[in-house]
């Protein structure tokens, strides 16, 4: 697969995640109708396992890895008594906190790990910074071996030849997602986007949702906040300019936006920040 692919933006402009972590070694292993709300992903070291997703079993063995996305029911479980060693991790890898960046692929759920050793010391190199007290050195390579961890298993289930794209992710659409994600202060005008890239109103909002899995309108509401979140955590600026940068004018407007969304007025929720920062 060219991996010059349009859903590069969201690639790189979402953020990762880690949510959870752990080598583990077990004879047993039992996860029956389970569902959660980000990527599970194990590797098999040694033994053996079974994934059953869709109606459809998978039998994992040494050097393969189980990668099961968000929101799928599954039965994860062992049929053997051998001593199986994973190592696993649960991730997220979002466009402000609402987004899946890698919605549009549909990814093999169990592969074999192409150079596992190269992967191995990664997972060791991130346990080692994750567990261990953090300098601010540590902490940037935490981050790092985080993402280059992701990286490796993304790089081969795009390569395996059973990937696939959920959808026709065309260019208008993704040129409309690269707009709201540079420009989230910019007002979104579902009238404009449909003169300009000669569609309905309507069927941009539909398709744009079935695409990406939300509305442009709650996306922009999304990067908006996240903005307003991010200019007042770092920017001591008044809460009037930094409503105008998140693209609101009347400052009553960005006040209520901000505090449907977080329960906290601006000023509230800065002030509760200096306080954390100070205790």
Not at 207 to 216: C, N, Q, S, V
């Amino acid at each position: 697969m060219n991996l010059s692919h349009p859903s590069l933006p969201m690639i790189e402009k979402a953020s990762l995640h880690m949510l959870a972590y752990d080598l583990h070694r077990r004879t047993e292993l039992r996860h029956v109708n389970r569902k959660l709300p980000h990527y599970i992903v194990s590797y098999i070291k040694s033994g053996s396992c079974r994934l059953r997703i869709g109606g459809k079993d998978y039998y994992a063995r040494q050097g393969d890895v189980v990668f099961i996305p968000p929101h799928e029911v599954h039965d994860h479980v062992k049929d053997s008594s051998e001593l199986t060693e994973f190592l696993w991790w649960h991730f997220t890898l979002e466009i402000a906190e609402c987004m899946d960046a890698l919605q549009a692929f549909r990814f093999p759920v169990c592969f074999q790990l192409p150079k596992p050793e190269r992967f191995e010391a990664v997972f060791h190199e991130y346990r080692c910074f994750a567990d261990g007290p953090l300098s601010i050195s540590d902490s940037l390579m935490k981050k790092a071996k985080a993402l280059e961890l992701v990286a490796i298993l993304v790089d081969a289930a795009i390569h395996h030849p059973e990937v696939q794209l959920k959808s026709d992710h065309s260019e208008p659409f993704m040129a409309m997602l690269s707009e709201l994600l540079d420009n989230p202060d910019r007002r979104i005008d579902l009238a404009d986007l449909g003169k300009r890239y000669y569609m309905h109103p309507t069927y941009i909002a539909e398709r744009f949702k079935k695409l990406f899995g939300i509305t442009p309108t709650k996306l922009q509401l999304s990067l908006r906040l996240r903005k307003a979140k991010q200019l007042l955590e770092t920017e001591s600026k008044p809460i009037a300019e930094i409503a105008r940068m998140t693209g609101y004018e009347d400052i009553d407007d960005f006040s209520r936006f901000f505090k449907s969304k977080t329960g906290l007025s601006p000023l509230k929720y800065r002030s509760a920040l200096l306080g954390a920062a100070k205790g």
